[in-house]
C-alpha cells in the first residue's frame, strides 16, 4: 500500500516578510510546488499528460497556516492523494517542523484538462492504473469551501503581466494569492494568528487581460473575486483568521 | 586558501515560463538566494550583521545568461569573493548545467549599511575578519555597469503592496527586474539569445510609494529607471539581448 510522500524544504530569505517568518505564499508555492514534484515523481506529472494532450489544472485549494516558520527553519510537506473521482482528484498535504510538529496543511482538488478544448476530462483511468498511488488516509481537513457569492466594497485592477503567467500562460496560483492580500492592510498580514485561505478556480486569466480584484469583509473573513475583461468570477477565495478568544 | 561554494538547484515548475525554460528573475533570484546561503554559512549572513545593526545591501549587479535551462533540469552556482573594498565587496557566480557547461555569470557589488542611518559603513573590517573567505580568482565577466542617464519613451506606474517587500521592508530586487521587464513584449522576453543585465541601486523604495518605471530603447539595449514618489532615480538598468550575426 502507497504511503504519504516527504520533501523537505527550508525558509529562504526570499520567502519571508519583515517579520522575518515565511509568508502565507511562500508556503503556498511550496505546497503546489511538492504536488507537481510528487506526481512528476510518480508518472502522471505535467510532462506525461503534455505528451497527451493534457494537464491537470487546479480547481479548489484550502490551506491553513496555524503559525508561519522562522527564517532558516526546516521544513517537511508529507503529501498524498486521498482519492480520484471522475472529474476531481483530491491531493493532501501536512506541514511538518524540524521536531516534528504539525504547523499546516492543505487539502487540493485537481482537474485534468484537454489542452485543445480547455475543458475537463474523465479521469477514471488515472484512478485505474494509478490506484497504487492512492493512501487511505482522509483529508487532515474541511475540504475547500465553495465561495458561491462575492458583493465586492472595494476593487483594484491589474493588467497581466508576463511576470505574472505560468508555464500554461495563466496567471500562476500564488499570484492570484498576492493580489487579493495585497488589498488589506500589512499589520493584518503579518499578524501571527492561524490563518485558513480557501480559493475556488471558475475560469483561466491570461497575458494581457485587465483584472477586477474585488474585496467584502464579512464577519471574521475577507472574501474576493477576481474577474477578467469584465466578465463572471475567474477566481473566488475567502482568509480568514483565527485570532484567539478575548 | 578559501576555494569557491557549490550550491545546487533544479528548475522547478514555479521556475519557468510557457517555454518551459526558467525565466530570468527565477535564475537571478536563485543567484541571490546563493550569497544569502554561503553569507550564512560562513558566518557573515544578515543574522550576524542584523544584531550589530548592519545589514548588506545589494548596490549593483550584473548577469549573463547564455540559454535558460529546461524545466526539471539540474545546475549548480559556484559562488566566490574576490575582493573586498572599503564600501563594496565584489561576489561572483558561474552557473553550470548537469555536463558541467557553463550557461551563465554573475558578478554582484555589496555596500553594508548602518540600519539605523541607512547609510554604508565601512566595511575594512569585513575584509580583515574573513580574508580567508576570498577567493583570488577575478570576476567571470566585466564588473556591473553605471547606468548613468536614461530619457525614457515609455512609463508605467506601481504602487508598491506587500508581496514586493523582502525582509528589509524594501521593494524585493527581483520584483523590481520584472516591473521592469513586464513592459516588454512577451515575443522579446521568451527568445533564447543571450541576455545580459546590468542594474543599479541608488535608493530604496518602500512599501506604499508609488513607483514610476520608465523605458528607452537605445541601440541593441533597453535602459530603465525606476523613481519612487517623484523623487530622484531609485533603480537603473540596461538589458541587452546578443541576436546572432547575421
Known sequence: MA???????RVEPQD???????????LGSSILNTAGQDAYGKGFG???????????VLSRMAIEIDR????????????????????????????????????????????MIDLTTRSAVDLSWVGREHNDAVVPVPPPTERPRKIREVT???TTEHRVVYSDIDFNRHVNTMRYVEMMLDMLPVEQLTQDFPVRLDIHFLK??????????????RGQAVLFEISGDGTTAAVRASVEWKRPEE
Chains 1, 2 share one sequence.
Open 3 to 9: 504511503e504519504k510522500s516527504l520533501y523537505g524544504y
Open 16 to 26: 519571508v516578510d519583515f517579520t522575518l517568518r515565511a509568508t502565507l505564499t511562500s
Open 46 to 56: 505535467v510532462d506525461v499528460l503534455n505528451a497527451e494532450n493534457h494537464s491537470w
Open 68 to 111: 508561519r516558520p522562522e527564517q532558516y527553519t526546516d521544513y517537511t510537506i508529507a503529501t498524498w492523494i486521498s482519492d480520484y473521482g471522475r472529474v476531481l482528484s483530491t491531493r493532501n498535504f501536512t506541514l511538518s517542523d524540524a521536531a516534528g510538529g504539525e504547523f499546516g496543511r492543505a487539502v487540493t482538488q485537481w482537474a
Open 152 to 154: 465586492p466594497t472595494r
Open 204 to 217: 483561466e486569466c491570461r497575458y494581457g487581460q485587465t483584472l477586477r480584484i474585488g474585496c467584502e469583509e
